[in-house]
Structures are given as C-alpha cells and as structure tokens.
C-alpha cells in the first residue's frame, strides 16, 4: 500500500491523503517514487467541480524505483521529471509511461523540476506556434499565471519583443522581472492593447470578450493561440475584414499527438539548470497541507506555481 490525494465527496475537505494499492507498472512504464509534485488551476478547479472519486494529479518529479521493462526510458536510480497523462502523480509512488520520463540534471532541485510539465510545456508548444519568433512583437495575456511567466521568458530567449499584462504595477514588476519588454496595467486594458497593436503573435488566456478584442489587433498572416478561457469559454468573433489571421486553439493532450513529452522536458530542465529559465515557486509546501493550497490556489492568492513535498 501507499499514499495517495483522493478526491472524496462525502470528506469534509476536498482533498485528503489516504492509502490505496501500490501502482503496477506495464511493460512501456517505469516506478517513480513521488519526491514532489505541482499544482495546476484546471486539475485543482475542475477535480473540485466534479466531486467524484478521483486521483488528481498530472506534474511531478522523483527517483526512478523501477525501470520500464521494455528497456526504454531512464534506469532505476534515475533523477526525473514526468508528466502523468491519465492523473493521479499526487501520491507516494507513480507507474509512469517511459516516454513521460526525462532525467534531470544535478543543478535542478526535485521541487523546480516539478513545476516545469503542464506550464513548461504549455508554453512552450504554445510558442513554437508562432514560428521564428526573432523580432516579433508577442502579446502575452494571463502573464502572471506559471504559464504566462514561462511564455514570456522562453520568448525573450527566442528574441522576441513581449508585451505583457498584469492587474497592478506590483504585479507588472514581476512581469518585467520575467522577461516582459512592456507590461500593460490595469483591471481592463482592452483600449491599451489596441493602442499599442499590431501584434505578430498574440498567446492569450483569458478569453471571452478578451479575445474578441485581441484577434483584430493581429497583423495580416498572424497567430492568435487561445491557451486558456479564464473570464470565459465562449466568445464572438467579427471576422469581417481579418482574412489570413488563424485563431488556433490550443489543448495540451492534443500537442502530445505531435510531440513527445519527454526530449522538450528534458529542455526545460536543462535551460534551468543552465540560469536561462527562472521556475515561479511561489508556495512550497508539505503535501500534508494540500487542501488549503488547492484552495488558495483557486482563489488566486498567489501567482505562478505551487509545489508541495512529499
């Protein structure tokens, strides 16, 4: 038996640590003992909203326990960072797919190292498409968020000129401190992101009404990637007079079908083991305490990642 979070609607919290079977591994996954793992907006909120039965959990890092039988992957003893496409990382022990697996170097910690999966990939899949991004003037809505701070410091290293958005000038700061070339303040920038149009590439999510106003303000030939709908998930679009714009929507588990997860996780831990890419810690905790930063998560008490040990 091991430990594992459960999602259990009859528990006074929504999240609890209990025990459950150990993980058997198939032939194509390795065993990973769980060392920390990260939270994600959309696994926390939506595991919340459904309120079933459930093992939660998509980022993590640990020690390779056992390796995939099929040879494939990092060895048993290994240092990695791994993805779990089907939940369920927030536990003691993980059967994890080798092709989710990379090893990471000694200069990064188990706790950055988890924070990169779900954010580090989104951004950078996210990115890639826009093309050779040298030069172009990149909008970057959602720019606090562990997504948003990774768009914008994988951009500035791809030569980009980035334009961000924050709430308030503190949070512009942190922006900035990310790599942001211009940051636009405030709790509705609608005006000041048509003022200081047009844009090559535009990643925005937010959404709704948001988006509406951001697909105009892209140059003939530019990308819009909708990453996300916080404010909301649907929108109208005038197209009227945009011919040659794309509006591209963008779903992780879809990327997947493209990439493989395992060689641009290996990437991003090496940009960061190098200094070229800061992770956004800003909570890290014993897993003991996961309901009350789920929570707090939910509620946006803090920007970019929560990490939690086991």
């Known amino acids: 038996m091991i430990r594992a979070v459960i999602v259990d609607p009859h528990n006074k919290k929504s999240f609890s640590i209990q025990e459950v079977e150990a993980p058997k591994a198939q032939p194509w996954e ?8 990260s939270l994600n ?20 890092s640990g020690i390779v326990l056992q390796e995939a039988v099929s040879g494939v992957g990092p060895k048993k003893g ?15 022990e993980i059967a994890a797919p080798a092709a989710t697996l990379a090893e990471i170097p000694d200069g990064i ?27 172009k003037r990149v909008l970057i809505t959602g720019s606090t968020g562990g997504v948003g701070l990774f768009v914008h410091q994988l951009a500035a290293l791809s030569g980009a000129y980035t334009i961000g958005v924050a709430r308030s000038e503190s949070k512009a700061e ?7 070339n211009e940051v636009l303040v405030g709790d509705d920038v609608t005006k000041a992101i048509s003022a200081n149009g047009p844009y090559d590439f535009i990643i925005d999510s937010v959404g709704g009404d948001t988006l509406a106003a951001l697909f105009p303000q892209l140059i003939p030939q530019g990308i819009c990637v909708s990453l996300g ?26 990327e997947f079908n493209r990439h493989e997860p395992a060689p641009d996780l290996a990437l991003l831990a090496r940009l960061v083991a190098e200094g070229k890419l800061q992770t956004i810690i800003q909570v890290q905790k014993s897993w003991e305490e996961i309901d009350e930063v789920a929570h707090q998560l939910i509620d946006r008490q803090f920007i970019g990642k929560a990490v939690l040990t086991i």
């Open 78 to 92: 290994s240092r990695v960072v791994g993805l779990s496409l089907t939940k369920g990382a927030w536990a003691e």
């Open 174 to 180: 942190q922006v900035r401190a990310f790599g942001a």
């Open 30 to 37: 390795a065993i990973v003992q769980v060392k920390a793992f």
């Open 109 to 135: 910690t188990f706790e950055q190292a988890a924070s990169l999966p779900v954010a580090g990939l989104s951004a950078l899949y996210a990115l890639r498409k826009g093309g050779l991004l040298l030069g």
């Open 41 to 60: 907006r959309g696994e926390v909120s939506e595991a919340i909203k459904l309120q079933e039965n459930s093992r939660p959990g998509w980022d993590f």
């Open 229 to 254: 709908h916080s404010s909301s998930e649907s929108t109208t679009l005038n197209i009227l007079g945009l011919g040659g714009r794309t509006l591209y929507s963008f779903f992780l588990g879809e």
